[in-house]
């Protein structure tokens, strides 16, 4: 068992869940937006395929820069220790807005934000291959309420993120 093994299936499976449920959607319902304020699950799933791109972009970077000693290891001090639930129950209750970088602004179909946000799945897998348990419990990603992650956190959180919009979609089901 690799040091992240546990946290990549858990995301795999968040995403694969994610998944089912927008097979259920037409290529119109994908694109349907209750209201000019709320998103459509196309739109959810290019947030999703947005800030997961930049928080796996950024473990990578912060990996790469160990490795290449650019940076030392740094244990992530508020949460070291701290599963990524023990972080949630600390924070609660929170509000989070998402950062402007990962709001839709694309648009496009469904189908296609699915297909790309799956392809980020063969990142983590290639992270999973070379890092080390010590480089693992480093921190990879600094979340605007959580705060500093190790790379088992942000996986974590990766999977809760997705969870917490897959019941976001399930909820545009019921209005469809």
Known sequence: MSFLEKQIESLDEARA?????LHTFS???GIWK????EWSAAEITEHLFWAELGISNHMWKQFSDMREGLTGPKNSSTNEGLSFDDILRLHEPYSVE???QTLPRIKGP???WMSVLGGLRSAYHRLELD????E???MAFT???????DYHQTLDFLAYHINRHKDQAQRLIERL
């Open 131 to 134: 890092i080390t348990y010590d």
């Open 98 to 100: 998402a950062p402007k």
């Open 27 to 29: 290529q119109t319902e």
């Open 34 to 37: 209750p209201s000019k304020d």
């Open 136 to 138: 693992a419990k480093c």
């Open 17 to 21: 869940n994610y998944f089912e449920l």
């Open 143 to 149: 979340h605007q309420v959580f705060g500093e992650l």
């Open 110 to 112: 469904l189908a296609f």
